[in-house]
């Protein structure tokens, strides 16, 4: 099991940049492929990006390629979304999420196991 906790969320203006943090308590962390998504306001959930085991593999909504990327330190137990060239429709609460047995091509959130509790961004334009 792996507890996650998001931080890093804001208020920016259009064109700028935040770092997303989620730190992960236990000693398994290096077994989850890691993934965030967001929640705008009448939305419904949508998945941004996720990331391997190891860090090497990637994967990209296409709509923000170029945009965010993904990272993680597993040293650290944390993983990273830089947002760069942010927009007001970026605007959302941001989570982070585990899942123990897909891969960086698992975009649905009902197959991530462990989620945070969400970081707020806010894009003003």
């Known amino acids: 099991q792996v507890q996650l906790v998001e931080s890093g969320g804001g208020l920016v203006q259009a064109g700028g940049s935040l770092r997303l943090t989620c730190a992960a308590s236990?000693?398994?962390?290096?077994?989850?492929?890691m993934g965030w998504f967001r929640q705008a306001p009448g939305k419904e959930r949508e998945f941004v990006a996720a990331?391997?085991?190891?860090?090497?593999?990637?994967n990209y909504a296409d709509s923000l390629k170029g945009r965010f990327t993904i990272s993680r330190d597993n040293a650290k137990n944390t993983v990273y979304l830089q947002m760069n060239r942010l927009k007001p429709e970026d605007t959302a609460v941001y989570y982070c999420?585990?899942?123990?047995?897909?891969?960086?091509?698992?975009?649905?959130?009902?197959?991530?196991?462990?989620w945070g509790q969400g970081t707020q961004v806010t894009v003003s334009s």
């Open positions: 999420a585990a899942n123990p047995s897909g891969s960086v091509t698992t975009t649905a959130g009902g197959l991530y196991d462990y």
């Open positions: 236990g000693r398994t962390f290096s077994s989850y492929v």
């Open positions: 990331i391997s085991r190891s860090g090497l593999g990637t």
